[in-house]
């Protein structure tokens, strides 16, 4: 993406993170760990690739929801805050 982007262009990206608690409920059923993921992220993780790539972090959270109905709006939201919801939310920018 580093050779795509002009200098201060921003990239967006929303990928499963392997480190959220509905993966660890459901393992291997978890719907977003499919096969097509070629590589499993942690927000950590994705951003130690984008540095790789030449990219740097502009904002990177984590959501939840699939569990929300079980374990209530604050535990999601604990999860968040821990980086520990279902999906990463990331946008990184090539430096200007």
Not at 49 to 69: K, M, N, Q
Request: aromatic letters at 8%.
């Amino acid at each position: 993406m580093h050779h795509i982007l002009r200098p201060g262009g921003s990239v967006g990206l929303k990928t499963p993170n392997v480190d959220a608690p509905e993966a660890e409920v459901f393992g291997p059923h978890y719907h977003s760990l499919k096969r097509e993921h070629l590589v499993l992220f942690t927000p950590q993780s994705l951003t130690e690739a984008a540095a790789e790539a030449g990219l740097e972090p502009v904002d990177v959270a984590t959501v939840s929801h699939l569990l929300r109905g079980f374990v209530g709006a604050d535990t999601c939201a604990q999860w968040e805050r821990a980086g520990r919801g279902a999906d990463i939310v990331a946008w990184y920018r090539r430096p200007a």
